[in-house]
């Protein structure tokens, strides 16, 4: 999970991307939106905001392998289905299936359940920017509820690990590979630690290809203090 900053009001060009001649709103685009190429600018936009990361499962995701999904499901408020604030970017169920994870992708996942209204609400920041209230990591990268929350707000997030299937053994190994890979390249103490990242922070942010520089904004640079 990771908090998405929003902007404060939708991108100037959001309306015309999701408008599709003759001046109709593109409700039902679904996974087609190589026929709706403006819906690609939509995406992109939604790819950027989120530092190239899928909003529930945290894998790396690009235009080709991700799609845009509805944080209330169409079902439930057609009219948000095109409002910028329920939108996000999520890694999309692939064409070959993979016999271990079957259709498992964050775009599938849950079908059309509502998510815990804790963690994701609609028409508003996608996000609750206190995230890391509600969850937790092991070093096995399975991630759990915070200690000592309340009962309702435990459920909530259990409700939400279960839904989205987020401790998958395939995204659990994947999320412990390249997370830790980053993070014990530093020294041990929590103080190297932070040495090291402030230090390197310009230099990977700097490097778009660099295997680390999306954990560094999302993860790292919150926790040094310096985004
Ligand atoms: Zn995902």
Redesign the pocket.
Known sequence: MQYIKKQNTEPADWNNWFTVPPNRRSYDYGADDRSLPDLRLAKSFLINEQHSL??????K?TLENASIEHVTPKEHNKELSTNYFNLVA??KKQQVLDPLTGNL???S?RGSELLPPLIFYSNAQSTDQNLNKYFSAYSTREVVPKHRLDMNTKNQVEAFISQ?NLNHSI?KNKRAKDVLTGISIAANSVADKQRYWRAQYTRILLDLGHPFREYLLVYIGPKIGLN
């Open positions: 899928c909003a529930y499962c945290q894998q995701i999520v890694c992708h964050c775009d996942t989205l995204i």
